[in-house]
């Protein structure tokens, strides 16, 4: 049967290489028309499933709110009222870039520094009064001419006062957003697209950067602006000026990725073509092979735009994966093309014998590996299912052109360019020699033992290997834009970015408050602001108010000039915050009432509360437990769903996890199956996939050793390792059925197999110089677990065939 | 418990108990006046005085480790009375209202002016031993100056399982001269 097919498909293109070229070249023309088509949607918010609640809340929430996520402009300055002017002017020229809604750089916070004394916890002002009194006792100490010996009152008073400049994360004692150390101000930008718009945010960054540039070019008040690049202020600047949040982390990220690609392509095509030459030593052949390669990419991308549409994040790098794993079809099929040449001086039989054996083992191995990457279709996740067509489509697109198209163009040039066919012709004698002496793979017991103590070994650590949950060390790096946020939340005490549900009556948001501040319940969430923090219960008010009139009391005792300097400051504050009387939401400002509803435009009327969890969004372990407990939160029996990048970030992560869980497994099953039909032998299995098992285990074990982890970026080289792990095994174990030598499968196949796996590690090995640490654990994930592959495909395999050959067990049928 | 708040539940003391109390205030300061400190200080409770510093922890000592800080009490405002009243000018008494176990006299300290720009409200609280009435507390801004040595110095030390001695050395700290 596979005689039959062999034969008149080598017929087929022996009589009409011409047509099938033709008809070839006319489909790639085609795809590649469909390919100019083809887009990037750099939105990663459309790669998670559309009909997720939290996604359809984060819908409507861009609706309600005109946008979700922050541009944060930073000026850093040591000339303060310098600073704030130039934060008023940026602010009103940022105002009138069309994709921006709202700056601002600060607010009117009299009404919360006035009324401090009702947002502090009970706890807090019972210990404030402590203290108070407390210092009373040692400022009278020292009236006396006594020793105070207070040296903590002070520090402790400070570390209280600190934790209460920042009310419902507005500072009362600045309307400026300023740090507590007078360093650093904030202008709050929010716009109208959405921060994963890459193209959204890109354009909004170059025109605040626009805006930046102009005032820096001319300005009344003769400010010198220049961006922050490492630490400190920036030299001959007045003010250093830095760009964060969601909008500039995004588009950074991007960017960094694709910069970091260009060299790391040059490298890597650089790096094949050369080991190509050292291979082949025949510039035509290797010219020939890479045309059909890149032929084989524009179909699958003509593929893509047909079928999807357009490519995502994450499959605008296939191109790259694809190639390297692809010309392996390639190698193989001229390695054996001229091998069959050199023996035989036969045109048709070389091809038919190499179409026969070789297209058989590319076929299976195509098919596996398409299979096994197919499956991710299934995802849910669309960087996995995108992914997993693309990659699976061009798998077995690569492959057909492999044995369509590059033995039709070999036939056209044997019979146009007879130097060609010399140059198929290849010195065999060594090989052909060592063959007739027909010698046993070497010390094959004793690799296969201390192979086998060595990967029961590895697996143990291999099942110990974790997920990396921190994006930051994993992925993104630190990037310029991430230290900044740091340095912003730390210094403006805000922890990670807050999330926001929305609720429809005043009732709802009253209910969601106390559901929420339920710290025991929600044990990830660290501050609750909704528009009822802004007005604490009158219950908890009166509370204050009879500790108030306690404190007034002392404070109306002591003399004026018992207080100094700053003392003096906050005893004021103090006293002028304890005058106030306990108030309702009607006496609270309209403008600190506003950032809990929607904009105008909605026709909504109901009211955002913001939830800010324990830590930062980079942490996606703490997310995922923090969208556990608020993503979607029940009350009388409705759903109330919470929105924003860390949910969205979460959701990505438990997708991701969820599949990673899920879907090696199906993998697994389906290689096992495609294996047992193509060689109807379950003991021809153990030999096919022990490159497979062997290379991921090793990887597995090796990177638990190198405390490597399991990340978001590296995960997706999984399916390439399998296929690696499936096709080096396939190769070497269908020659030696050929022939039942190991030896001589090894002499034959071993250098194409080897080939094929070292140009796709150069390829990998590339991202080593990317500089992104996504890419870097990308790279370095692909070529431990391909060189893993390789390694156990060119020794344990073949001393696993030596051995059972020795001990006649577990012989699989010969096909040859 | 002799330690308490002022200010809160104060209840009017009877005019022969005001009478004496006044008379005990002003023979103790004609004898600080005179710089007879040996014999004002016979107006003062030293047990009284111990007990406030050493409260929250009196009620477990020995008998043994009560008089011992109470001759330490004695010894400290013995030693450093003439420092502490050095600057004072003149006291004022005023209302006299129970507060718990103890008798409150408001009281304005007059000070000499050419050290001091103001004088204080302060108030005094006095207990009955006996048939005598004596001082054993000092109140200023409503916060008890023996009371503020054990909240501020005796507690947090026996809190973190200092000993007694550690306890009573910082409060003979407080009393060094700056």
């Known amino acids: 049967m596979r005689e039959r097919i062999a034969s008149a498909i080598t017929d087929s293109l022996y009589k009409n290489p011409g047509l099938i070229a033709l008809v070839i070249v006319i489909i790639v023309g085609l795809s590649a028309w469909q390919m100019s088509k083809l887009t990037i949607n750099y939105n990663q918010l459309e790669l998670i499933p559309q009909d997720l609640p939290s996604v359809l809340a984060t819908k409507r929430m861009f609706k309600l709110a005109g946008g979700y996520g922050h541009l944060f402009i930073t000026l850093r300055g ?136 102009q005032y820096n070019q001319g300005n009344p008040r003769g400010a010198k602006l220049r961006e922050k690049n490492g630490n400190g202020p920036a030299p001959e600047a007045t003010i250093t000026y830095g760009m964060t949040g969601e909008y500039k982390i995004a588009y950074d990220d991007s960017t960094h990725i694709r910069n970091a690609l260009e060299p790391t392509s040059f490298v890597a095509f650089a790096g094949i073509l050369i080991y190509l030459v050292i291979l082949f030593r025949r510039p035509v052949q290797i010219i020939l092979l890479m045309t059909t390669l890149v032929m084989s990419i524009v179909i699958t991308f003509g593929f893509t735009r047909i079928t999807l549409g357009e490519l995502n994040t994450i499959t605008a790098i296939l191109g790259g994966i694809l190639m390297g794993f692809g010309i392996d079809f390639g190698i193989h099929f001229l390695y054996r093309f001229r091998d069959e040449y050199s023996h035989r001086g036969d045109i048709y039989e070389s091809l038919r014998q190499t179409i026969l054996h070789t297209g058989l083992s590319s076929l299976i191995s195509a098919v596996t590996s398409a299979a096994s990457l197919f499956v991710l279709v299934l995802a849910a996740f669309k960087g996995f299912s995108h992914f997993g067509l693309i990659a ?32 198929l012709l290849v010195n065999y004698k060594k090989i052909d020699d060592a063959d007739h002496l027909n010698k046993p793979y070497p010390f094959a017991s004793r690799i296969l033992a201390a192979s086998l103590i060595l990967t029961i070994g590895l697996a143990y650590f291999a099942t110990r290997i974790e997920f990396d949950y921190d994006s930051r060390t994993s992925v993104t790096g630190n990037t310029q834009a991430l230290m900044l946020q740091d340095e912003i939340e730390k210094r403006f005490g805000r922890k990670g970015l807050p999330s926001v549900v929305y609720t429809d009556t005043l009732e709802e948001t009253k209910k969601l408050y106390d559901e929420l501040s339920n710290k025991d319940k929600y044990s990830y969430v660290q501050q609750v602001v909704s528009i009822f923090s802004l007005a604490p219960p009158m219950e908890q008010q009166l509370k204050t108010r009879r500790i108030l009139d306690q404190i007034q009391e002392r404070l109306v005792e002591i003399p004026a000039d018992l207080m100094a300097g700053e003392n003096r400051e906050l005893f004021d504050i103090v006293k002028k915050s304890l005058a106030t009387q306990p108030f309702t939401l009607k006496d609270v400002p309209e403008d600190l009432l506003k950032q809990f509803r929607p904009v105008p435009e909605s026709g909504e009327k109901g009211y955002f509360t913001l939830i800010i969890p324990k830590g930062s969004v980079t942490d996606s372990k703490l997310t995922v437990e923090f969208t556990k407990q608020v993503g979607t939160i029940t009350m009388g029996g409705k759903n109330y769903y919470a929105t924003g990048h860390m949910i969205l970030m979460a959701n990505l992560a438990m997708i991701v996890i969820r599949d990673g869980k899920i879907f090696p497994a199906i993998v697994a099953g389906l ?24 290379g991921m285990v090793w990887m597995l074990g090796l990177m638990y050793l190198l405390n490597w982890k399991i990340n978001y970026v590296n995960i997706v080289v999984f399916p390439v390792v399998l296929g690696y792990g499936i096709s080096v095994g396939i190769f070497i174990f269908n020659r030696y059925l050929e022939c039942h030598s190991v030896m001589f499968a090894l002499r034959h196949t071993g250098a194409a197999v080897a080939g094929s796996c070292i140009t796709t590690v150069i390829g990998w090995a590339s991202l080593f110089f990317s500089g992104h640490k996504g890419l870097t654990s990308m790279g370095s994930v692909a070529v431990f677990g391909i060189s893993a592959a390789l390694l156990v495909a060119l020794t344990v395999m073949p001393s696993l065939m030596q051995y059972t050959e020795d001990k006649k067990i577990l012989i699989p049928k010969c096909k040859a | 418990m002799l330690w308490q708040e002022t200010g809160i539940m104060a209840a009017p003391v009877s005019p022969a108990d005001q009478k004496e109390i006044l008379r005990t205030l002003a023979l103790a300061q004609y004898w600080i006046k005179k710089g007879d400190y040996n014999r004002a200080i016979a107006y003062v409770d030293f047990e009284g005085m111990a007990e406030i510093v ?25 030693e450093k009375f003439p420092i502490i009243t050095q600057r004072l000018k003149w006291l004022q008494f005023g209302a006299i209202s129970e507060n718990g176990n103890q008798v409150i006299c408001e009281t304005l300290a007059v000070f000499d002016h050419t050290t001091e720009k103001k004088d204080q409200k302060i108030q005094i609280g006095l207990v009955k031993r006996g048939n005598e009435w004596k001082g054993v507390e000092v109140y200023i801004l409503k916060e008890g100056f023996l009371a503020g040595l054990n909240e501020d110095k005796v507690r947090p030390i026996l809190k973190r399982g200092g000993t007694i001695q550690e306890a009573l050395d910082a409060v003979r700290l407080v009393f060094q001269e700056r």
């Not at chain 1, 044995?403 to 056209?412: E, Q, S, V």
């Not at chain 1, 299995?685 to 490159?691: C, D, H, S």
Request: positive net charge; contains cysteine.
């Open chain 1, 78 to 213: 040591k000339d303060i009222p310098h600073m704030k002017r130039v934060a008023d002017d940026l602010t009103a020229e940022i105002k009138k870039i069309p994709e921006v809604r709202s700056a601002t750089c600060r607010q009117d916070v009299s009404f919360l520094r006035d009324h401090l004394a009702y947002y502090v916890d009970i706890d807090d002002l019972n210990e404030a009064f402590r203290l108070m009194r407390k210092k009373i006792r040692a400022m009278t100490r020292e009236k006396l001419g006594m020793k105070s010996g207070d040296t903590e009152t002070d520090e402790e008073l400070k570390k209280l006062v600190e934790k209460y400049r920042n009310v419902n994360s507005k500072f009362v004692d600045d309307e400026y957003n300023i740090d507590p150390a007078r360093e650093m101000i904030l202008i709050v930008i929010q716009a109208n697209g959405i921060p994963n718009d890459l193209g959204f945010s890109k354009k909004l960054l170059s025109d605040v950067s626009s805006v930046i540039e």
């Open chain 1, 392 to 423: 699976g489509a061009g798998t077995l697109i690569i492959a057909i052109m492999m044995n369509t198209f590059l033995p039709a163009a070999i036939l056209l040039l044997t019979r146009t360019w007879p130097n060609f066919s010399k140059s």
């Open chain 1, 671 to 694: 290689i096992l199956i495609i294996l047992l039909i193509s060689y109807r032998d379950p003991r021809a299995l153990v030999f096919a996939i022990a490159p497979l098992l062997g």
């Open chain 2, 54 to 78: 050493m409260a929250g922890y009196w009620d477990k000592m020995s008998q043994k480790e009560k008089n011992d800080i109470i001759t330490f009490m004695k010894n400290l405002i013995r």
